[in-house]
Protein backbone atom coordinates (compact mmCIF):
# COMPACT_ATOMS: atom_id res chain seq x y z
CA UNK A 1 0.00 0.00 0.00
CA UNK A 2 1.26 3.42 -0.66
CA UNK A 3 0.60 6.55 1.69
CA UNK A 4 0.29 9.59 -1.50
CA UNK A 5 0.98 9.88 -5.25
CA UNK A 6 4.37 9.93 -6.33
CA UNK A 7 6.66 13.02 -5.49
CA UNK A 8 6.82 15.06 -8.29
CA UNK A 9 9.57 17.06 -6.76
CA UNK A 10 13.11 18.28 -8.09
CA UNK A 11 15.41 15.58 -9.72
CA UNK A 12 17.11 12.89 -7.35
CA UNK A 13 20.55 12.46 -7.45
CA UNK A 14 20.30 8.49 -8.11
CA UNK A 15 17.54 7.18 -9.89
CA UNK A 16 18.89 5.12 -12.45
CA UNK A 17 17.78 1.78 -11.44
CA UNK A 18 14.35 2.83 -10.03
CA UNK A 19 10.96 1.88 -12.53
CA UNK A 20 8.94 4.26 -9.83
CA UNK A 21 9.32 7.35 -8.67
CA UNK A 22 9.02 7.70 -4.62
CA UNK A 23 5.83 7.56 -2.58
CA UNK A 24 5.52 11.04 -1.51
CA UNK A 25 5.22 9.78 2.30
CA UNK A 26 8.03 7.81 2.09
CA UNK A 27 9.91 10.90 0.26
CA UNK A 28 8.36 12.85 3.47
CA UNK A 29 9.39 10.81 5.87
CA UNK A 30 13.09 9.88 4.61
CA UNK A 31 13.73 14.20 3.84
CA UNK A 32 16.32 15.53 5.57
CA UNK A 33 15.76 18.88 4.39
CA UNK A 34 13.44 20.62 6.84
CA UNK A 35 16.29 20.68 9.80
CA UNK A 36 19.50 19.79 7.64
CA UNK A 37 19.35 22.94 5.39
CA UNK A 38 20.65 25.11 8.21
CA UNK A 39 24.03 22.90 6.97
CA UNK A 40 24.11 24.73 3.75
CA UNK A 41 26.58 27.12 4.18
CA UNK A 42 29.05 24.16 5.79
CA UNK A 43 27.91 21.93 3.13
CA UNK A 44 29.30 24.41 0.55
CA UNK A 45 32.63 24.95 1.82
CA UNK A 46 32.92 21.27 2.18
CA UNK A 47 32.33 21.48 -1.55
CA UNK A 48 34.67 24.14 -2.19
CA UNK A 49 37.34 22.01 -0.46
CA UNK A 50 36.95 19.01 -2.29
CA UNK A 51 36.66 21.05 -5.95
CA UNK A 52 39.69 22.53 -5.45
CA UNK A 53 41.34 19.39 -3.84
CA UNK A 54 40.20 17.53 -7.11
CA UNK A 55 41.41 20.18 -9.36
CA UNK A 56 44.86 20.22 -7.31
CA UNK A 57 45.22 16.58 -8.40
CA UNK A 58 44.37 16.74 -11.70
CA UNK A 59 40.76 14.47 -11.12
CA UNK A 60 38.74 17.99 -12.30
CA UNK A 61 40.49 20.02 -15.32
CA UNK A 62 40.24 23.78 -15.02
CA UNK A 63 36.99 23.82 -17.52
CA UNK A 64 35.20 21.98 -14.88
CA UNK A 65 37.12 23.42 -11.02
CA UNK A 66 36.67 26.98 -12.19
CA UNK A 67 32.33 27.20 -12.83
CA UNK A 68 32.61 24.78 -9.85
CA UNK A 69 34.44 27.26 -7.74
CA UNK A 70 32.53 30.38 -8.86
CA UNK A 71 29.05 28.47 -8.68
CA UNK A 72 29.59 27.28 -5.06
CA UNK A 73 30.76 30.63 -4.49
CA UNK A 74 27.76 32.63 -5.54
CA UNK A 75 25.80 30.24 -4.16
CA UNK A 76 27.28 30.79 -0.31
CA UNK A 77 27.24 34.98 -1.19
CA UNK A 78 23.72 34.39 -2.33
CA UNK A 79 22.57 32.15 0.91
CA UNK A 80 24.46 35.03 2.99
CA UNK A 81 23.00 37.92 1.39
CA UNK A 82 19.41 36.19 1.60
CA UNK A 83 18.91 36.45 -2.51
CA UNK A 84 18.96 32.37 -2.83
CA UNK A 85 16.99 30.06 -0.43
CA UNK A 86 16.97 26.75 0.16
CA UNK A 87 14.40 24.70 -1.97
CA UNK A 88 11.82 22.44 -1.08
CA UNK A 89 11.36 19.28 -2.36
CA UNK A 90 15.04 18.12 -2.18
CA UNK A 91 15.92 14.78 0.12
CA UNK A 92 18.77 16.74 1.88
CA UNK A 93 20.68 19.79 1.72
CA UNK A 94 23.22 18.34 -0.32
CA UNK A 95 21.18 16.88 -2.97
CA UNK A 96 19.69 20.66 -2.74
CA UNK A 97 23.72 22.39 -3.23
CA UNK A 98 24.49 20.07 -6.17
CA UNK A 99 21.04 20.07 -7.82
CA UNK A 100 21.27 23.80 -7.93
CA UNK A 101 24.57 23.89 -9.44
CA UNK A 102 23.71 21.27 -11.87
CA UNK A 103 20.49 23.04 -12.85
CA UNK A 104 23.23 26.34 -13.03
CA UNK A 105 26.17 24.73 -14.47
CA UNK A 106 24.71 21.60 -16.56
CA UNK A 107 28.22 19.05 -17.18
CA UNK A 108 30.50 20.88 -14.72
CA UNK A 109 28.32 20.40 -12.13
CA UNK A 110 27.84 17.18 -12.94
CA UNK A 111 31.60 16.00 -11.80
CA UNK A 112 31.85 17.74 -8.23
CA UNK A 113 30.59 14.62 -6.77
CA UNK A 114 33.76 12.56 -7.96
CA UNK A 115 35.61 10.75 -5.56
CA UNK A 116 33.00 12.10 -2.81
CA UNK A 117 29.53 10.39 -1.11
CA UNK A 118 26.49 12.23 0.29
CA UNK A 119 27.91 9.50 3.84
CA UNK A 120 31.76 11.63 3.69
CA UNK A 121 29.79 14.98 2.69
CA UNK A 122 27.58 14.31 5.43
CA UNK A 123 30.04 14.04 8.54
CA UNK A 124 32.09 16.99 6.75
CA UNK A 125 29.39 19.29 6.87
CA UNK A 126 28.08 18.37 10.28
CA UNK A 127 32.08 19.02 12.13
CA UNK A 128 32.20 22.33 9.87
CA UNK A 129 28.67 23.29 11.47
CA UNK A 130 29.45 21.70 14.79
CA UNK A 131 32.81 23.64 15.57
CA UNK A 132 31.34 26.95 14.71
CA UNK A 133 28.69 26.29 17.15
CA UNK A 134 30.84 25.12 19.72
CA UNK A 135 32.97 28.22 19.23
CA UNK A 136 30.09 30.29 20.16
CA UNK A 137 28.84 29.04 22.42
CA UNK A 138 32.27 28.80 24.46
CA UNK A 139 31.98 32.68 23.95
CA UNK A 140 28.63 32.95 25.25
CA UNK A 141 29.88 30.47 28.39
CA UNK A 142 32.80 33.07 28.70
CA UNK A 143 30.59 35.98 28.84
CA UNK A 144 28.75 34.57 32.08
CA UNK A 145 32.29 33.34 33.70
CA UNK A 146 33.17 36.87 33.58
CA UNK A 147 29.89 38.26 34.95
CA UNK A 148 30.00 35.39 38.16
CA UNK A 149 33.77 36.85 38.55
CA UNK A 150 32.79 40.14 38.63
CA UNK A 151 29.77 39.53 40.96
CA UNK A 152 32.41 37.57 43.09
CA UNK A 153 34.92 39.91 43.36
CA UNK A 154 32.07 42.39 45.06
CA UNK A 155 31.68 39.83 48.41
CA UNK A 156 34.70 38.95 49.32
CA UNK A 157 33.39 40.00 52.79
CA UNK A 158 29.95 38.90 52.23
CA UNK A 159 29.19 35.63 54.53
CA UNK A 160 26.62 33.12 54.37
CA UNK A 161 26.39 29.43 55.46
CA UNK A 162 27.97 27.15 53.11
CA UNK A 163 24.77 24.11 52.73
CA UNK A 164 25.24 20.23 53.29
CA UNK A 165 21.94 18.48 52.81
CA UNK A 166 20.54 21.66 52.50
CA UNK A 167 21.73 21.94 56.14
CA UNK A 168 23.75 24.77 57.27
CA UNK A 169 27.09 23.64 57.15
CA UNK A 170 29.91 26.08 57.72
CA UNK A 171 30.51 29.91 57.22
CA UNK A 172 32.15 30.66 53.13
CA UNK A 173 32.02 33.88 51.91
CA UNK A 174 29.62 34.97 48.81
CA UNK A 175 32.51 35.34 46.50
CA UNK A 176 33.61 31.67 47.23
CA UNK A 177 30.17 30.42 46.81
CA UNK A 178 29.59 32.39 43.42
CA UNK A 179 33.14 31.08 42.29
CA UNK A 180 32.15 27.31 42.53
CA UNK A 181 29.29 27.96 40.13
CA UNK A 182 32.32 29.77 38.08
CA UNK A 183 34.09 26.63 38.36
CA UNK A 184 31.46 24.34 37.26
CA UNK A 185 31.35 26.30 33.78
CA UNK A 186 34.94 27.05 33.42
CA UNK A 187 35.19 22.87 32.93
CA UNK A 188 32.47 23.23 30.72
CA UNK A 189 33.95 25.50 28.65
CA UNK A 190 36.69 22.90 28.16
CA UNK A 191 34.94 20.03 27.52
CA UNK A 192 33.20 22.04 24.68
CA UNK A 193 36.69 22.95 23.58
CA UNK A 194 37.54 18.96 23.83
CA UNK A 195 34.53 18.54 22.14
CA UNK A 196 35.37 21.00 18.78
CA UNK A 197 39.02 19.71 18.89
CA UNK A 198 36.98 15.97 18.39
CA UNK A 199 35.17 17.06 15.43
CA UNK A 200 38.46 18.27 14.09
CA UNK A 201 39.09 15.38 12.01
CA UNK A 202 38.30 15.58 8.29
CA UNK A 203 36.17 12.48 6.98
CA UNK A 204 36.20 13.80 3.43
CA UNK A 205 37.50 11.20 1.42
CA UNK A 206 36.23 8.22 3.35
CA UNK A 207 33.87 8.40 0.58
CA UNK A 208 30.73 6.03 1.49
CA UNK A 209 32.74 3.51 3.16
CA UNK A 210 35.57 2.73 0.77
CA UNK A 211 37.85 5.50 0.52
CA UNK A 212 38.07 6.18 -3.66
CA UNK A 213 39.75 4.80 -6.85
CA UNK A 214 40.48 8.43 -7.73
CA UNK A 215 43.62 9.89 -6.94
CA UNK A 216 42.00 12.20 -3.91
CA UNK A 217 44.15 13.88 -1.62
CA UNK A 218 42.12 13.91 1.93
CA UNK A 219 45.16 15.10 3.38
CA UNK A 220 44.88 18.07 1.29
CA UNK A 221 41.12 18.80 2.05
CA UNK A 222 41.46 18.68 5.85
CA UNK A 223 43.91 21.35 5.47
CA UNK A 224 41.61 23.67 3.24
CA UNK A 225 38.98 23.22 5.48
CA UNK A 226 40.92 23.77 8.65
CA UNK A 227 41.01 20.32 10.25
CA UNK A 228 43.64 19.23 12.58
CA UNK A 229 43.73 15.77 11.19
CA UNK A 230 42.68 13.41 8.30
CA UNK A 231 40.72 10.36 8.57
CA UNK A 232 42.17 6.75 9.95
CA UNK A 233 40.00 4.36 8.32
CA UNK A 234 37.08 4.95 5.68
CA UNK A 235 34.12 3.39 7.04
CA UNK A 236 35.50 4.90 10.89
CA UNK A 237 34.87 8.10 9.40
CA UNK A 238 31.23 7.17 8.04
CA UNK A 239 29.93 5.54 11.16
CA UNK A 240 31.58 7.76 13.62
CA UNK A 241 29.22 10.48 15.22
CA UNK A 242 30.97 10.35 18.56
CA UNK A 243 31.80 13.65 18.14
CA UNK A 244 28.19 14.56 18.18
CA UNK A 245 28.02 12.67 21.12
CA UNK A 246 30.52 14.38 23.36
CA UNK A 247 28.94 17.79 22.21
CA UNK A 248 25.39 16.93 23.09
CA UNK A 249 26.96 15.78 26.56
CA UNK A 250 29.30 18.95 27.02
CA UNK A 251 25.63 20.81 26.39
CA UNK A 252 23.67 18.56 28.34
CA UNK A 253 26.12 19.09 31.29
CA UNK A 254 25.75 22.78 30.75
CA UNK A 255 22.48 22.71 31.39
CA UNK A 256 22.91 20.32 34.35
CA UNK A 257 25.10 23.02 35.84
CA UNK A 258 22.94 25.84 34.98
CA UNK A 259 20.16 24.23 36.87
CA UNK A 260 21.88 23.73 39.76
CA UNK A 261 22.44 26.98 40.22
CA UNK A 262 18.88 28.21 38.85
CA UNK A 263 17.39 25.77 42.00
CA UNK A 264 19.79 27.64 44.51
CA UNK A 265 18.55 31.25 42.96
CA UNK A 266 15.05 30.07 43.57
CA UNK A 267 15.68 28.73 46.84
CA UNK A 268 17.25 31.80 47.78
CA UNK A 269 14.55 34.48 46.24
CA UNK A 270 11.81 32.88 48.61
CA UNK A 271 10.48 33.98 51.63
CA UNK A 272 11.93 31.25 53.80
CA UNK A 273 15.73 32.02 52.76
CA UNK A 274 15.18 35.99 51.11
CA UNK A 275 19.28 35.62 50.04
CA UNK A 276 18.44 37.09 47.05
CA UNK A 277 15.99 39.37 44.82
CA UNK A 278 16.12 38.66 41.43
CA UNK A 279 15.63 41.78 38.76
CA UNK A 280 12.29 42.80 38.25
CA UNK A 281 13.25 42.15 34.41
CA UNK A 282 14.27 38.55 35.22
CA UNK A 283 11.05 37.29 36.60
CA UNK A 284 7.46 37.00 35.93
CA UNK A 285 4.24 37.46 37.86
CA UNK A 286 0.70 35.91 38.30
CA UNK A 287 -2.14 36.12 36.53
CA UNK A 288 -4.63 35.82 40.07
CA UNK A 289 -1.90 36.45 42.90
CA UNK A 290 -1.22 40.03 42.21
CA UNK A 291 2.13 39.98 44.95
CA UNK A 292 3.77 36.93 43.30
CA UNK A 293 7.38 37.72 41.71
CA UNK A 294 7.92 34.11 40.28
CA UNK A 295 11.65 33.18 39.09
CA UNK A 296 10.44 31.31 35.99
CA UNK A 297 12.80 31.87 33.76
CA UNK A 298 15.35 29.75 36.14
CA UNK A 299 12.47 27.13 36.47
CA UNK A 300 12.30 27.06 32.54
CA UNK A 301 15.96 26.69 32.55
CA UNK A 302 15.55 23.96 34.86
CA UNK A 303 12.99 22.20 33.29
CA UNK A 304 15.26 22.84 29.87
CA UNK A 305 18.01 20.82 31.39
CA UNK A 306 15.79 17.52 30.74
CA UNK A 307 15.77 18.26 27.41
CA UNK A 308 19.38 18.58 26.93
CA UNK A 309 20.16 15.30 29.13
CA UNK A 310 17.10 13.66 26.26
CA UNK A 311 19.02 14.91 23.04
CA UNK A 312 22.24 13.42 24.78
CA UNK A 313 20.19 10.10 25.60
CA UNK A 314 18.49 9.78 22.25
CA UNK A 315 21.35 10.12 20.41
CA UNK A 316 23.08 7.64 21.90
CA UNK A 317 20.30 5.44 21.29
CA UNK A 318 20.38 6.03 17.55
CA UNK A 319 24.35 4.74 17.59
CA UNK A 320 23.27 1.38 19.91
CA UNK A 321 23.22 -1.80 17.76
CA UNK A 322 24.02 -0.26 14.34
CA UNK A 323 26.13 -2.13 12.47
CA UNK A 324 28.78 -0.54 10.12
CA UNK A 325 28.63 1.78 8.45
CA UNK A 326 26.50 4.42 7.59
CA UNK A 327 22.57 3.94 8.17
CA UNK A 328 19.64 6.63 7.45
CA UNK A 329 19.52 6.30 11.29
CA UNK A 330 23.07 8.37 11.39
CA UNK A 331 20.35 11.28 9.95
CA UNK A 332 18.68 11.82 13.15
CA UNK A 333 21.94 13.14 14.85
CA UNK A 334 21.32 16.21 13.95
CA UNK A 335 17.74 17.08 15.34
CA UNK A 336 19.14 15.96 18.80
CA UNK A 337 22.24 17.83 18.35
CA UNK A 338 20.70 21.14 17.12
CA UNK A 339 18.44 21.02 20.27
CA UNK A 340 21.14 20.55 22.35
CA UNK A 341 23.22 22.86 20.93
CA UNK A 342 20.31 25.44 20.67
CA UNK A 343 19.05 24.76 24.57
CA UNK A 344 22.62 25.91 25.62
CA UNK A 345 23.00 28.68 23.69
CA UNK A 346 19.44 29.93 25.17
CA UNK A 347 20.51 28.66 29.06
CA UNK A 348 23.74 30.56 29.12
CA UNK A 349 22.22 33.92 27.51
CA UNK A 350 19.66 33.43 30.18
CA UNK A 351 21.54 32.98 33.13
CA UNK A 352 23.98 35.70 32.23
CA UNK A 353 21.28 38.07 32.24
CA UNK A 354 19.90 37.19 35.64
CA UNK A 355 23.38 36.88 37.19
CA UNK A 356 23.59 40.73 36.13
CA UNK A 357 20.58 41.31 37.86
CA UNK A 358 20.73 39.78 40.80
CA UNK A 359 20.75 41.45 44.48
CA UNK A 360 22.27 40.09 46.96
CA UNK A 361 20.73 40.26 51.41
CA UNK A 362 24.00 40.23 52.73
CA UNK A 363 22.09 40.83 56.33
CA UNK A 364 19.69 37.95 55.94
CA UNK A 365 22.39 35.80 54.97
CA UNK A 366 24.45 37.05 57.87
CA UNK A 367 21.52 35.99 59.92
CA UNK A 368 22.13 32.67 58.68
CA UNK A 369 24.53 32.45 60.28
CA UNK A 370 23.35 32.36 63.93
CA UNK A 371 21.57 29.66 65.91
CA UNK A 372 22.45 26.41 63.67
CA UNK A 373 26.52 26.19 65.21
CA UNK A 374 27.92 26.89 62.01
CA UNK A 375 31.02 27.61 63.54
CA UNK A 376 30.98 23.75 66.02
CA UNK A 377 33.85 22.78 63.19
CA UNK A 378 36.07 25.29 64.64
CA UNK A 379 36.25 24.56 68.01
CA UNK A 380 36.63 20.72 67.40
CA UNK A 381 39.73 21.73 64.88
CA UNK A 382 40.88 24.24 68.43
CA UNK A 383 40.41 20.96 70.46
CA UNK A 384 43.02 18.89 67.97
CA UNK A 385 45.26 22.28 68.02
CA UNK A 386 45.32 21.68 71.64
CA UNK A 387 46.04 18.22 71.42
CA UNK A 388 43.16 16.26 70.90
CA UNK A 389 42.47 13.31 68.00
CA UNK A 390 39.94 14.63 66.12
CA UNK A 391 37.51 11.76 66.49
CA UNK A 392 37.54 12.47 70.43
CA UNK A 393 37.01 16.74 69.51
CA UNK A 394 34.07 16.08 67.59
CA UNK A 395 32.32 13.77 70.44
CA UNK A 396 33.44 16.59 72.96
CA UNK A 397 31.80 19.08 70.39
CA UNK A 398 28.99 17.62 69.67
CA UNK A 399 27.95 17.71 73.34
CA UNK A 400 28.72 21.35 73.55
CA UNK A 401 26.12 21.73 71.05
CA UNK A 402 23.38 19.89 72.71
CA UNK A 403 24.10 21.87 75.42
CA UNK A 404 24.13 25.16 74.01
CA UNK A 405 21.29 24.58 71.93
CA UNK A 406 19.50 23.21 75.09
CA UNK A 407 20.04 26.44 76.56
CA UNK A 408 19.49 28.67 73.70
CA UNK A 409 22.08 30.25 73.08
CA UNK A 410 25.62 30.53 70.79
CA UNK A 411 28.55 28.04 71.13
CA UNK A 412 30.58 31.53 71.97
CA UNK A 413 28.02 32.30 74.74
CA UNK A 414 28.35 29.17 76.48
CA UNK A 415 30.52 30.04 80.36
CA UNK A 416 33.78 28.63 80.30
CA UNK A 417 33.03 26.19 83.09
CA UNK A 418 30.20 25.01 81.15
CA UNK A 419 32.35 24.38 77.92
CA UNK A 420 35.08 23.03 80.01
CA UNK A 421 32.42 20.42 81.07
CA UNK A 422 31.99 19.08 77.86
CA UNK A 423 35.54 19.99 76.49
CA UNK A 424 38.20 19.92 79.06
CA UNK A 425 41.05 21.91 76.92
CA UNK A 426 39.02 24.83 75.78
CA UNK A 427 40.63 28.31 77.30
CA UNK A 428 39.45 32.01 77.53
CA UNK A 429 41.15 32.38 73.95
CA UNK A 430 38.93 29.06 72.19
CA UNK A 431 36.34 31.57 71.72
CA UNK A 432 38.11 34.03 69.61
CA UNK A 433 37.70 31.51 66.35
CA UNK A 434 34.64 30.72 66.73
CA UNK A 435 32.52 33.66 65.51
CA UNK A 436 31.79 33.37 61.38
CA UNK A 437 34.26 35.93 60.28
CA UNK A 438 37.40 34.52 62.53
CA UNK A 439 36.12 31.21 61.14
CA UNK A 440 36.38 31.98 57.31
CA UNK A 441 39.81 34.01 57.81
CA UNK A 442 41.34 30.62 59.41
CA UNK A 443 39.93 28.23 56.69
CA UNK A 444 42.66 29.80 55.21
CA UNK A 445 44.14 26.72 53.03
CA UNK A 446 45.01 26.24 49.28
CA UNK A 447 40.91 27.46 47.29
CA UNK A 448 39.33 28.17 50.61
CA UNK A 449 37.12 30.71 52.03
CA UNK A 450 39.89 32.88 53.54
CA UNK A 451 39.41 36.16 51.78
CA UNK A 452 43.26 36.35 50.87
CA UNK A 453 42.85 32.44 49.00
CA UNK A 454 39.58 33.96 47.72
CA UNK A 455 41.76 36.90 46.24
CA UNK A 456 44.12 34.50 44.70
CA UNK A 457 40.78 32.44 43.50
CA UNK A 458 39.95 35.29 41.72
CA UNK A 459 43.25 35.80 39.74
CA UNK A 460 42.79 32.44 38.85
CA UNK A 461 39.40 32.96 37.42
CA UNK A 462 40.59 35.67 35.16
CA UNK A 463 43.91 33.59 34.13
CA UNK A 464 41.67 30.84 33.38
CA UNK A 465 38.40 33.19 31.20
CA UNK A 466 42.14 34.67 29.34
CA UNK A 467 42.66 31.27 28.58
CA UNK A 468 39.45 30.15 27.33
CA UNK A 469 39.03 33.87 25.34
CA UNK A 470 42.73 33.22 23.26
CA UNK A 471 41.54 29.68 22.14
CA UNK A 472 38.47 31.46 20.54
CA UNK A 473 40.47 34.15 19.07
CA UNK A 474 43.27 31.80 17.89
CA UNK A 475 40.41 29.98 15.97
CA UNK A 476 41.14 29.93 12.63
CA UNK A 477 38.42 30.04 9.35
CA UNK A 478 38.76 27.26 7.47
CA UNK A 479 41.03 28.12 4.74
CA UNK A 480 39.05 28.03 1.51
CA UNK A 481 36.29 30.02 3.44
CA UNK A 482 39.03 32.49 3.75
CA UNK A 483 39.64 32.30 0.15
CA UNK A 484 36.22 33.05 -0.72
CA UNK A 485 35.80 36.21 1.91
CA UNK A 486 38.96 37.28 0.86
CA UNK A 487 37.89 40.01 -1.77
CA UNK A 488 37.46 40.89 -5.28
CA UNK A 489 39.46 37.84 -6.47
CA UNK A 490 36.83 35.45 -8.07
CA UNK A 491 37.67 31.37 -7.05
CA UNK A 492 38.89 30.74 -10.58
CA UNK A 493 40.70 34.33 -10.61
CA UNK A 494 42.59 32.88 -7.91
CA UNK A 495 42.84 29.40 -9.20
CA UNK A 496 44.91 31.49 -12.42
CA UNK A 497 47.07 33.15 -9.68
CA UNK A 498 47.46 29.96 -7.64
CA UNK A 499 48.73 27.95 -11.39
CA UNK A 500 50.58 30.94 -12.33
CA UNK A 501 48.46 31.63 -15.55
N1 LIG B 1 20.75 13.09 4.57
C1 LIG B 1 21.65 12.14 5.12
C2 LIG B 1 22.06 12.51 6.54
O1 LIG B 1 21.65 13.52 6.98
C3 LIG B 1 22.89 12.00 4.32
C4 LIG B 1 22.66 11.20 3.11
C5 LIG B 1 23.29 9.92 3.09
N2 LIG B 1 22.31 9.14 2.46
C6 LIG B 1 22.57 8.00 1.82
N3 LIG B 1 21.58 7.46 1.24
N4 LIG B 1 23.74 7.49 1.80
O2 LIG B 1 22.73 11.78 7.21
Redesign the pocket.
Known sequence: MTGGPPNAGPARLWGGRFAKSVDRTIDDFTS?LPF?QRLAPHDIVGSMAHARMLYEQGVLDRESAEPILDGLSALLSGLEGGTVSVQDGY????SWIEGTLIERLGDPGRRLHTGR???D??GTALRLYLRDEVAELVGLVSQLLETLRAKASEHTDTLLPGYTHLQRGQPVSLAHHLLAHFWFLEADAQRLMRAHGLAGTSVLGAG?LAGSPHDIDPERSAELLGFERTLDNSMHAVADRDYVVETCFACALVLVHLSRWAEEVILWTSAEFGFAQLDDAAAKGSSIMPQKKNPEPLEVLRGKSGRAVGDLMAHLMQLKGLPLT?N?D??E??EALFDALETARAALTVANVVVQGLSYDADRMAAALYGSFVTATDLADALVKRGLPFREAHEQTGAAVRVAEEAGVELWELPLDTLRACCPLADESIYAGLDPASSVAAHDSYGGPAPQRVREQLERAVTARDAIDAWRTGRVEPPVLRAHRAGTLSQSERLAVEDGS
Open positions: SDEDVHSRNQTAYSLQDK
